[in-house]
């Protein structure tokens, strides 16, 4: 499923509610070059429903010569027809199905009689229904940004198909250049801040911030003149410099929220903000922070408890947005008591491991 056989960053895991399901033909979509099929989009459907629908078009005929034109659903006639998106159609005929309760670019497949349904979760989701079709019964291949396969078939037979898929990773997100093309992209199913997949083909997540941002929010410049008991307390000192945040302080913690709100009014389209540490050491040795670690078995601890706490705050304005921290460095062993919150993701950085080699070898332990 999906067509990508990695991840790079796993941010949030969701249910698998349902897998591809093939019998026999249900019924020809395409004889000897000719189709009397129509692609249906809603009346008001969103920019990437349309691109699905082009989508469609655009490969159906590369692969069998023929052109369904496509039509609003309220100029439809029959049932021969294929429905991308949220058409009412699909509402009449499976009204215990709820599109809005798939889970993150969910896709459904599915045909009834002589008529096929492309749909999914907004706004990638029917994008990604599409391409799950084209990839599985038409034959198509995106090797590369500027490489594909499109078989010819003068003949395409649908089978009966039954597909109620949400991918597990939420956020999809490769490193390797041609990713970075945007149209290749959304192709495999990435979506994640890096990835500049255009907004008729569904957009991307964007993380304010992307990582390390505790002294994006409260640069020392602007306040550890006036606030040092905010920074960390290294060696018996108070600093900044390489250094993290005290996250025991409520009063920083606090602030720190409060310019995080003023970061999310400010770009409400996000959907993640990062609340996370300074790329270096540097954690707080003050005594509450110390406790905090000793308790928690682990400098992981404190930071959980700190982000948490921010996240908590956050849900009231924000109840959509997902918090995103680190385990990095010295955070990466993982507390003995507290969890991340519901709305708290956790990105680990194996960045010192070796990947010629899968992270189960033993140069990875």
């Given at each position: 499923?999906?067509?990508?056989?990695?991840?790079?960053?796993?941010?949030?895991?969701?249910?698998?509610?349902?897998?591809?399901?093939?019998?026999?033909?249900?019924?020809?979509?395409?004889?000897?070059?000719?189709?009397?099929?129509?692609?249906?989009?809603?009346?008001?459907?969103?920019?990437?429903?349309?691109?699905?629908?082009?989508?469609?078009?655009?490969?159906?005929?590369?692969?069998?010569?023929?052109?369904?034109?496509?039509?609003?659903?309220?100029?439809?006639?029959?049932?021969?027809?294929?429905?991308?998106?949220?058409?009412?159609?699909?509402?009449?005929?499976?009204?215990?199905?709820?599109?809005?309760?798939?889970?993150?670019?969910?896709?459904?497949?599915?045909?009834?009689?002589?008529?096929?349904?492309?749909?999914?979760?907004?706004?990638?989701?029917?994008?990604?229904?599409?391409?799950?079709?084209?990839?599985?019964?038409?034959?198509?291949?995106?090797?590369?940004?500027?490489?594909?396969?499109?078989?010819?078939?003068?003949?395409?037979?649908?089978?009966?198909?039954?597909?109620?898929?949400?991918?597990?990773?939420?956020?999809?997100?490769l490193w390797?250049?041609?990713?970075?093309?945007?149209?290749?992209?959304?192709?495999?199913?990435?979506?994640?801040?890096?990835?500049?997949?255009?907004?008729?083909?569904?957009?991307?997540?964007?993380?304010?911030?992307?990582?390390?941002?505790?002294?994006?929010?409260?640069?020392?410049?602007?306040?550890?003149?006036?606030?040092?008991?905010?920074?960390?307390?290294?060696?018996?000192?108070?600093?900044?410099?390489?250094?993290?945040?005290?996250?025991?302080?409520?009063?920083?913690?606090?602030?720190l929220t409060?310019?995080?709100?003023?970061?999310?009014?400010?770009?409400?389209?996000?959907?993640?903000?990062?609340?996370?540490?300074?790329?270096?050491?540097?954690?707080?040795?003050?005594?509450?922070?110390?406790?905090?670690?000793?308790?928690?078995?682990?400098?992981?601890?404190?930071?959980?408890?700190?982000?948490?706490?921010?996240?908590?705050?956050?849900?009231?304005?924000?109840?959509?947005?997902?918090?995103?921290?680190?385990a990095y460095?010295?955070?990466?062993?993982?507390?003995?008591?507290?969890?991340?919150?519901?709305?708290?993701?956790?990105?680990?950085?194996?960045?010192?491991?070796?990947?010629?080699?899968?992270?189960?070898?033993?140069?990875?332990?």
């Amino acid at each position: 499923m999906y067509g990508v056989s990695g991840t790079i960053i796993s941010i949030a895991m969701i249910a698998l509610v349902g897998a591809m399901a093939h019998s026999e033909e249900a019924f020809y979509l395409v004889r000897d070059g000719e189709s009397a099929y129509s692609i249906v989009i809603r009346d008001n459907a969103r920019e990437p429903e349309q691109t699905a629908a082009r989508e469609l078009q655009s490969y159906l005929e590369t692969a069998t010569g023929a052109t369904l034109p496509i039509v609003h659903e309220s100029d439809a006639r029959g049932e021969s027809n294929i429905y991308v998106g949220h058409v009412n159609r699909f509402g009449e005929l499976f009204p215990d199905i709820r599109l809005d309760e798939l889970g993150s670019d969910g896709i459904i497949i599915k045909t009834h009689e002589n008529a096929l349904f492309l749909c999914g979760d907004e706004p990638r989701g029917t994008l990604y229904a599409v391409y799950e079709f084209l990839e599985e019964v038409v034959g198509c291949r995106w090797w590369t940004s500027t490489e594909e396969h499109v078989p010819e078939r003068t003949r395409l037979a649908v089978p009966e198909l039954d597909t109620i898929y949400t991918p597990p990773f939420r956020y999809r997100e490769l490193w390797y250049h041609d990713t970075f093309d945007g149209l290749f992209g959304a192709r495999l199913r990435l979506n994640g801040h890096h990835h500049p997949v255009p907004p008729e083909y569904g957009g991307h997540y964007s993380i304010l911030g992307w990582c390390h941002t505790f002294y994006s929010l409260l640069p020392p410049d602007t306040f550890f003149e006036k606030q040092p008991e905010w920074y960390s307390e290294i060696n018996g000192e108070r600093t900044w410099q390489h250094a993290q945040l005290c996250l025991t302080n409520d009063e920083m913690r606090a602030e720190l929220t409060r310019n995080a709100l003023d970061w999310l009014r400010d770009n409400p389209d996000a959907g993640y903000i990062s609340i996370s540490q300074n790329d270096w050491y540097g954690r707080c040795e003050c005594a509450e922070c110390l406790a905090v670690e000793k308790k928690e078995g682990a400098p992981s601890g404190p930071l959980l408890h700190f982000v948490n706490a921010v996240a908590e705050s956050i849900e009231e304005e924000f109840p959509e947005v997902l918090v995103e921290t680190l385990a990095y460095q010295y955070t990466r062993q993982a507390p003995e008591h507290v969890r991340p919150r519901h709305n708290v993701l956790m990105r680990l950085c194996s960045i010192e491991c070796s990947f010629a080699e899968p992270l189960t070898a033993e140069v990875n332990a």
